[in-house]
């Protein structure tokens, strides 16, 4: 009876899994061709100057649409990338088109925005990066300082060594750096002196407590002091609340990204959102809307 039992629930895991390796290279097999079917585009996040209301710049979200598979989050496709190594053509595509953006943008209103981009462990490693980056820039006639740079804390650190070289040449080429995630690996804060960053982007998950949770407040505020002691700026990701930008305000954390502002535009969107807020958020409807 209990034997036949666990036969059965094995049978029903060995269906499941091969159910799951089959979804798994069906994806991989739609994501070889997501570039080539134009079914990839970029969403902009605007993050806002905490003292002053102002859009500063916006981070660069990938976005893909399957017609079979729908729309499918960066955190399951990413992944899947990443092994395959289909990363890097797609890491290309996103920096073209940033670049691009960027070079719409001059002579206009928006001029002075940056862009960030989220750079994945192997496209920061590949050969070349950092040249093609600045290359790229140079040709678009692009000031670099309007490019920011976030690598997670992993990145960094696997081959803590090298990459420190590799960073200090993309600071001296005026690039920022941003550290995205923050706080959910294990930086070792002794190293974190000796990298060149610009900023600490305080992840998500400890800024969902505030302004409550005793241990979101103690992180929060130690990545701050942390940030501040040593000349880093810092953006608190997935603000949602006008709480928590208070919160956050009083703590002199420098820029808010999150819902609270705006959720990730289009492109068109975005330039008719950032006109809208053009004079600084406090003055914008959205914001009276959130005080009301
Ligand atoms: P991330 O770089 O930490 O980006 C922040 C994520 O939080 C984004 O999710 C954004 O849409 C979401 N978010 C921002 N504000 C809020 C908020 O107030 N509430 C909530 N619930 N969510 C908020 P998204 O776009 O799904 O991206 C997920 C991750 O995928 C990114 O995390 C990044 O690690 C990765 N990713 C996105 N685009 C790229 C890319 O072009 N290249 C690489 N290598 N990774 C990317
Ligand atoms: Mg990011
Ligand atoms: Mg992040
Ligand atoms: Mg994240």
Not at 42 to 59: A, D, H, S
Not at 93 to 119: E, G, H, M, Y
Not at 184 to 210: A, C, W
């Amino acid at each position: 009876e209990a034997k036949a039992q666990g036969k059965n629930t094995f049978a029903i895991y060995q269906e499941q899994m091969s159910q799951h390796v089959s979804a798994r290279l069906q994806m991989e097999k739609h994501l070889r061709n997501a570039l080539s079917n134009n079914e990839m585009y970029l969403c902009y996040q605007p993050k806002m100057e905490i003292t002053t209301g102002k859009i500063i710049g916006v981070e660069a979200l990938l976005r893909w649409r399957n017609p079979e598979l729908g729309l499918v989050p960066p955190n399951v496709f990413i992944p899947i990338a990443e092994e395959t190594r289909i990363i890097l053509p797609i890491s290309h595509w996103v920096v073209d088109q940033t670049v691009k953006q960027l070079k719409s943008w001059r002579n206009t209103p928006f001029q002075d925005l940056s862009i960030a981009i989220n750079i994945s462990s192997s496209q920061f490693s590949a050969e070349g990066f950092i040249t093609n980056l600045a290359t790229k820039m140079q040709e678009a006639d692009v000031p670099n300082r309007l490019l920011e740079i976030e690598l997670t804390e992993s990145t960094v650190m696997t081959n803590a060594d090298t990459n420190i070289k590799l960073l200090r040449e993309l600071r001296k080429l005026g690039f920022e750096l941003a550290v995205d995630d923050f706080g959910t690996g294990y930086s070792s804060l002794s190293y974190l002196k000796r990298f060149p960053l610009s900023i600490l982007k305080i992840d998500k998950s400890f800024i969902d407590g505030l302004p409550m949770d005793e241990e979101d407040i103690s992180i929060s505020e130690a990545i701050l002091h942390l940030a501040h002691n040593l000349n880093v700026r810092v953006v608190a990701e997935g603000v949602e609340t006008l709480k928590q930008l208070n919160f956050l305000e009083e703590r002199q954390c420098e820029y808010i990204q999150g819902f609270v502002i705006s959720k990730p535009l289009k492109s068109d969107d975005l330039e008719v959102w950032l006109t809208e807020h053009a004079e600084n958020f406090y003055q914008s409807a959205t914001y009276r809307a959130l005080r009301n």
